[in-house]
C-alpha cells in the first residue's frame, strides 16, 4: 500500500513540473524557439527594453558626387549641393570648403553625413582630399605656406566658389591659417577645429582679421584642442563650442552636437 501511495505522488509531482515547464516555454515555443520571447525576456530583467525607432531619414535625397580638379598636384573633392523637396537644385544659401585632419580624408564628412547634412539645409558642401591623402597625391610642390596657399586660391577659383565658409580640423591648419591671414576677407567664415599652426599668427595679426569664427574643440583634448583655443580667441569675431566628453576629433565623438553647432553658426551668417 506505501508503495502504491509513493508511486501516486512520484507521477503526481512529475505532472506538476511538466505543467510548469510547458507554461513557461509556451510564449518561446509559439514563436518556434526554445528560448523566452522577447517580452519575457524584458520582464524578467535579462535584457532591456527595446530602444525608440530612428528618426524618419531626409525626405530630400542628396547626392554626394567627386570630382578632381587637374593641376600640381591633382585634387580630389566630394560636392553635394543643395535641391528643393521636389529634387531640383537650388542657388546654395553658402558655400562651404571642409578639410580634414591627419587620419582622415574628404570621405569622412561623407560617411559622418555633413555633407548631405549641410545640402538638405541649402548649403553647398565641398570636401577636399589634401595633397598625400585619400585620392589626392603628394607633392613637393606644397611644402611652403604661400603654395599651400596658392593651393586653396587655385581650388576655390577654379570651382567658383566665393566667399566661403572654410572648415579646418587639427593637421589642416598648415593650410587653412595662412590663407585666413592672406585673404580673411575672401572667407565669409572660418570654423577652426583644434587645428594646427596657430602659435605662429601674432596677437596683431589676428586682431586684424575681422572673419566670423566658430571655434570648436573637444573637451577631453588638453594639448592641441586647448592650445589653438587660447589662441583663436583672440580673433576679434569668433564663438567658442566645447563639446563636452570630447577629445581632439571631437566631432567624430560628438556628431550631432558638432552639426548642431556648426548648422546654427552658418544661419547667423546669411
Given at each position: ?244 566628453g570630447a577629445r581632439h576629433a571631437c566631432y567624430m565623438d560628438k556628431p550631432r552636437e558638432f552639426h548642431r ?10
Amino acid at each position: 500500500m506505501m508503495n502504491f501511495f509513493r508511486n501516486r505522488l512520484v507521477v503526481l509531482g512529475l505532472v506538476l513540473l511538466a505543467t510548469v515547464l510547458l507554461y513557461l516555454l509556451l510564449p518561446s515555443m509559439r514563436q518556434g524557439s526554445m528560448e523566452p520571447s522577447l517580452e519575457v525576456q524584458q520582464r524578467m530583467g535579462l535584457i532591456a527594453a527595446s530602444p525608440p525607432p530612428p528618426p524618419p531619414p531626409n525626405s530630400v535625397n542628396i547626392t554626394v558626387r567627386t570630382g578632381q580638379l587637374p593641376g600640381d598636384p591633382p585634387l580630389f573633392f566630394r560636392e553635394a549641393l543643395p535641391v528643393d523637396s521636389a529634387g531640383r537644385q537650388i542657388v546654395p544659401r553658402l558655400q562651404l570648403v571642409l578639410l580634414h585632419g591627419q587620419a582622415f580624408t574628404s570621405k569622412t564628412w561623407e560617411e559622418l553625413g555633413t555633407l548631405s547634412l549641410l545640402a538638405s539645409n541649402g548649403y553647398q558642401a565641398l570636401a577636399l582630399d589634401l595633397p598625400g591623402f585619400g585620392n589626392s597625391p603628394d607633392s613637393e610642390s606644397v611644402k611652403s605656406d604661400q603654395s599651400r596657399v596658392d593651393l586653396l586660391k587655385r581650388f576655390l577659383e577654379s570651382l567658383g566658389v566665393r566667399a566661403p565658409v572654410l572648415l579646418s580640423p587639427s593637421m589642416s591648419g598648415h593650410y587653412a591659417l595662412p590663407f585666413l591671414q592672406k585673404h580673411s576677407a575672401q572667407l565669409h567664415g572660418f570654423v577652426p577645429i583644434a587645428p594646427v599652426g596657430t602659435r605662429g599668427i601674432t596677437p596683431q595679426q589676428y586682431r586684424d582679421i575681422q572673419t566670423p569664427t566658430l571655434v570648436i574643440y573637444g573637451e577631453l583634448d588638453t594639448n592641441l584642442g586647448a592650445q589653438s583655443h587660447k589662441n583663436l580667441i583672440q580673433l576679434p569675431h569668433h564663438t567658442v563650442v566645447k563639446l563636452a566628453g570630447a577629445r581632439h576629433a571631437c566631432y567624430m565623438d560628438k556628431p550631432r552636437e558638432f552639426h548642431r553647432a556648426l548648422l546654427d553658426f552658418l544661419s547667423k551668417l546669411e
